[in-house]
């Protein structure tokens, strides 16, 4: 049987203040990523198959539980909380997450913000900027509605640009997600770019990453983003930023547009040696690595009491076998097999 929190009681309360968690390598972890659904509206190629088989609703982890989780890794000195999917907005009762959260920023927390695919902006934009989100990343890949819909399978782009609009009206600050296609959206680079900054928006290009079912073709359709740069140049001053996400993209200003631009290079030019963040999937796994399958469960100790020691225990081995890099260059490469894992099931 799950505990249940007492009523009224902030689940913060259960876990006072303890170690930061730093792993074997001295790297301090503050961020986390975490997934409160597998589920999407969309079908995106390099994220999922279109005919999905989705975990049962009873593997996942409650709204009180991801709330307690995250009291717990705010308490160990986490100050960024990225909620991810799937398809975040499309979880039933999410606004109960996001208020309950809200309440950790007396806690420590700094920065509560979401991935989405911005099919569900229009409808929650104001309520997430009332609990204290003041960023959303959108993913967009495209500007062209036809292709756009070839890469999402199932998604409406007008929907998406709807959404972007409500979160600006709602005063969140917006920054969209590209990922790097060869021979899909190698002539759209500078559009995005010049028509992000022209909204306010920033913009960053994330190269695809071996994983899911779909790896193989994340492989063949691999663009480095030293070519994103190069094409980018061409017409755009491009100078290193001082800004910092507090995630692993590198940031550049453009002197043309006054806004800025990120490249997120898992592959190309890896991050690893400054990683700052872990990954908690839907059903309470605790991934250090997005290119590991090492994985913890948190789910077992959260429910096994209320105290947290099992918890804390769980998340102090989890930092012991956190690996100083991932495999994706020898997925990429052929000398490993490519990820089975979906990029929804471990939460973008």
């Not at 991935?115 to 959108?138: E, I």
């Not at 899911?212 to 492989?219: F, K, M, Q, R, Y």
Request: charged residues 25%.
């Amino acid at each position: 049987m799950r505990p249940h929190k007492l009523e009224n009681q902030s689940p913060a309360a259960e876990f006072p203040a303890s170690a930061p968690l730093i792993d074997s390598y001295a790297r301090r972890i503050d961020y986390i990523r975490l997934s409160v659904t597998d589920r999407c509206d969309f079908r995106c190629v390099y994220c999922m198959s279109e005919n999905m088989n989705f975990l049962p609703k009873a593997d996942l982890l409650t709204l009180e539980e991801l709330e307690r989780l995250s009291a717990a890794f705010v308490a160990r000195g986490v100050h960024k909380i990225r909620i991810t999917g799937g398809e975040p907005l499309v979880r039933r009762n999410i606004m109960q997450l996001f208020r309950g959260l809200a309440r950790l920023f007396d806690q420590g927390l700094r920065e509560l913000t979401l991935t989405t695919n911005g099919s569900q902006l229009a409808r929650f934009a104001q309520d997430l900027a009332d609990c204290g989100v003041r960023r959303v990343n959108v993913s967009l890949d495209t500007l062209d509605p036809e292709k756009f819909r070839a890469i999402t399978r199932w998604g409406d782009m007008a929907r998406v640009l709807d959404g972007i609009e409500a979160a600006r009206a709602a005063g969140l600050k917006v920054k969209i997600n590209c990922v790097a296609l060869k021979g899909v959206n190698e002539d759209e680079f500078l559009a995005l770019v010049e028509w992000a900054h022209d909204l306010g928006m920033e913009v960053s290009f994330i190269e695809a990453m071996p994983l899911g079912e779909d790896a193989v073709h994340n492989i063949e359709s691999f663009l480095p983003l030293d070519v994103v740069t190069e094409a980018l140049s061409r017409r755009l001053t491009l100078s290193p930023s001082t800004h910092a996400s507090g995630g692993p993209a590198r940031f550049f200003d453009v002197a043309e547009t006054g806004g800025r631009v990120g490249f997120i290079t898992p592959l190309s030019q890896h991050f690893c040696d400054s990683c700052n963040r872990v990954r908690v999937t839907c059903t309470g796994a605790l991934y250090t690595c997005l290119g590991q399958e090492d994985r913890t469960d948190l789910r077992g100790p959260l429910r096994a009491s209320m105290d947290g020691a099992a918890l804390h225990a769980a998340l102090d081995d989890a930092m012991r076998r956190k690996p100083r890099g991932h495999d994706f260059v020898a997925q990429w490469s052929g000398a490993l097999a490519p990820s089975k894992r979906p990029m929804s099931m471990t939460g973008g």
